[in-house]
């Protein structure tokens, strides 16, 4: 990863293809069409085109980090707890930014009806391939397809990290605030921005040239935009890197429940 990058910047919109066309596919690469109508702006596309080229890169490296993770596994196991607690078993939930489907096996074999969804459509593919008992779509979190209500849970690992602007970072919240139901539970999982919020750009990941940002996070900040959003931000968990299993960063979790009524209108809560 190399210098900083623009950070409040919206970019120009390009429109994602929803349609699952593959990394190989004639418009992989390329911002191009739309299936759904979902627009992106100029910075997600190019996250979109640096994931499916690192694909098969990024899917060795973590297919099977969750044996390595036992903290991310206790996480995962109370989110599927709550909201087995709260909806019963099978609850539907959301993997947003899922890559290749491995934390959505995870839940899956705790007892929820996961969908994956991805900007990649290389990833999604992948995940197709290595689960092909669940679902995976391609989609942004910003401007999810989902009906309103539509989930009884939704996990973002590592995903929110690609959304280097303030307005972007809230248009995903408001997304996950319109989809899950109201007592729904929300984990996140970010990198700790250990001198506040920054952004770097990355010109190579695991071995393969990308052409993307990253985003390291003040938590007291996410904690805010969580809360301003409409969620009670009810655990958050910051732990140190595993050695020999991760990129060498500070993580944080944040498990919130959506709460009604709450949501920030133009700077008020309703
Ligand atoms: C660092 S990977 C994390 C993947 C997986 N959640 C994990 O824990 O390994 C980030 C993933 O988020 C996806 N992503 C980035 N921006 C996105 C967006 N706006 N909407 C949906 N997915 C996005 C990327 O395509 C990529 O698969």
Redesign the pocket.
């Known amino acids: 990863m190399t210098g900083p990058a623009q950070h409040d910047e919206e970019g120009e919109a390009h429109r994602v293809d929803a349609g699952g066309e593959g990394a190989n596919g004639p418009r992989a690469h390329g911002a191009a069409k739309i299936a759904g109508g979902e627009v992106i702006s100029e910075h997600?596309a190019r996250?979109?085109r640096s994931?499916d080229v690192v694909t098969d890169a990024?899917t060795e490296r973590?297919h099977d980090e969750l044996r390595h993770k036992p903290l991310d596994r206790a996480l995962l196991t109370a989110f599927a707890e709550q909201v087995r607690g709260e909806f019963g078993p099978h609850a539907s939930v959301c993997?947003?930014?899922?890559?290749p489907g491995?934390?959505a096996a995870f839940l899956t074999g705790l007892g929820l009806a996961v969908t994956g969804?991805?900007?990649?459509p290389a990833?999604v593919d992948r995940a197709r391939a290595l689960h092909p008992e669940l679902i995976f779509e391609v989609?942004?979190?910003?401007a999810l397809e989902a009906a309103d209500g539509r989930w009884q849970g939704l996990i973002a690992?590592?995903?929110i990290?690609?959304?280097t602007s303030d307005a972007e970072i809230r248009a995903a919240l408001r997304e996950f605030h319109r989809t899950v139901v109201d007592r729904g539970v929300l984990l996140v999982a970010v990198h700790l921005g250990e001198l506040g919020d920054a952004t770097v750009h990355a010109d190579e990941m695991l071995g393969v040239g990308v052409d993307m940002d990253f985003r390291f996070f003040d938590a007291e900040w996410l904690v805010g935009e969580v809360r301003a959003a409409g969620f009670e931000v009810e655990a958050r968990l910051v732990r140190a890197p595993y050695p020999d299993v991760e990129v060498q960063t500070t993580r944080v979790y944040l498990m919130a429940r959506r709460v009604r009524g709450k949501e920030r209108v133009g700077g008020m809560e309703t």
Do not use: N
């Open positions: 997600q996250v979109r994931y990024y973590v993997d947003a930014g899922c890559g491995h934390v969804i991805d900007l990649s990833m989609g942004t979190m910003t690992f590592y995903s990290i690609h959304l």
